[in-house]
């Protein structure tokens, strides 16, 4: 069990709601409670001698090892259910004693890798910033255009913001106005400002609701490429042996939707990889976080080793809707 009493008594709260990581709320939250109590249900099922490494990635306060454990957890528990023997990162002597995250019925690996929004380089100075202002002005921002890749610091974000709440101090509550703020002379921040009826000394509330921008969305291509492209250098033999070979990814992220996916892996102008190159993967299991158990099947056409018989399985396992 990982979310024992006394775990859970140990939690430390930084106080700071922004400072709270993961596995604080986790944890803790009462919301929560039903996802505490699977992922304890699936640590029961997994296997012993490699549960002090998962219990340490878990209880970590990196976000990112805390998700990627988890969503590993859960594509176990799938693999567990259905198949008749799932090997944790077990070396593969014939891929030069590589693990996989899963060897499944000693005929096929998969793999898990987790991608995650891309914050704004400077948003969570943006959100320090609005937590040092006391006010009843509350704020939704946009647009944040940074050209010159400038990095601010949060006093001269904090002082801007206060300039403008500060103007439009008549502002009545409930009405809202449009704004523009200019920091360091480059950096443009657009959204809405607008007069609540809290109190004047609570915390400044500030919410994301931007589009990315093309050159966001392209760094979020490159990242999703070089994860895959990090396992196929590690894995991707395995199809020259005869076994297929799935990636699993785990889309942490509210950036894409079905048709760009199946666009960006293989078909389309962006696809991941040149037709050459991408053989050695032989499909891709895509998870949309937030929206229930659904799996996305993306089969790879240009594939050296096919899911074959194991294709109805997986769709099965997985209740997948196929992409391609």
Not at 118 to 132: C, G, K, M, T, V
Not at 182 to 188: D, E, F, G, L, T
Not at 229 to 248: D, H, M, N, Q, S
Request: include cysteine; aromatic fraction near 14%.
């Amino acid at each position: 069990m990982i979310f024992t009493k006394d775990y859970i008594a140990s939690i430390r709260n930084p106080g700071n709601p922004f400072e709270r990581k993961y596995i604080f709320l986790l944890s803790t939250h009462p919301y929560l409670k039903h996802l505490r109590e699977r992922i304890d249900l699936i640590f029961t099922k997994y296997p012993e001698e490699k549960r002090s490494t998962l219990i340490n990635k878990i209880k970590s306060e990196n976000d990112i090892d805390c998700f990627s454990a988890i969503s590993e957890l859960f594509v176990f528990e799938i693999l567990n259910d259905n198949f008749e023997q799932v090997d944790v990162e077990t070396p593969l002597p014939i891929i030069n004693n590589a693990t996989p995250d899963f060897w499944v019925d000693n005929s096929i690996a998969f793999e898990v890798a987790t991608i995650f929004n891309i914050d704004d380089p400077f948003e969570s100075e943006i959100y320090e910033a609005f937590n040092q202002i006391h006010s009843n002005f509350r704020t939704i921002i946009y647009e944040i255009n940074n050209p010159s890749h400038i990095q601010p610091t949060i006093s001269e974000i904090k002082n801007e913001f206060q300039k403008l709440i500060n103007s439009n101090s008549e502002l009545s509550i409930g009405d809202y106005k449009d704004f523009e703020i200019i920091v360091k002379n480059n950096i443009r921040i657009i959204g809405k400002l607008f007069k609540s009826g809290k109190n004047k000394n609570t915390v400044v509330g500030t919410s994301m609701s931007y589009d990315y921008s093309k050159e966001q969305t392209i760094l979020y291509e490159n990242r999703i490429r070089n994860r895959i492209r990090e396992k196929l250098l590690k894995y991707g033999k395995l199809t020259k042996k005869g076994i297929p070979f799935v990636a699993v990814i785990y889309d942490r992220t509210d950036l894409y939707f079905d048709k760009f996916w199946q666009e960006l892996i293989f078909t389309g102008n962006n696809k991941i990889f040149n037709p050459n190159f991408n053989t050695s993967l032989t499909a891709l299991l895509i998870k949309d976080y937030d929206t229930g158990y659904n799996y996305k099947l993306a089969k790879n056409p240009y594939a050296r080793q096919k899911l074959g018989t194991l294709e109805e399985k997986i769709k099965a396992a997985f209740t997948t809707r196929e992409l391609i």
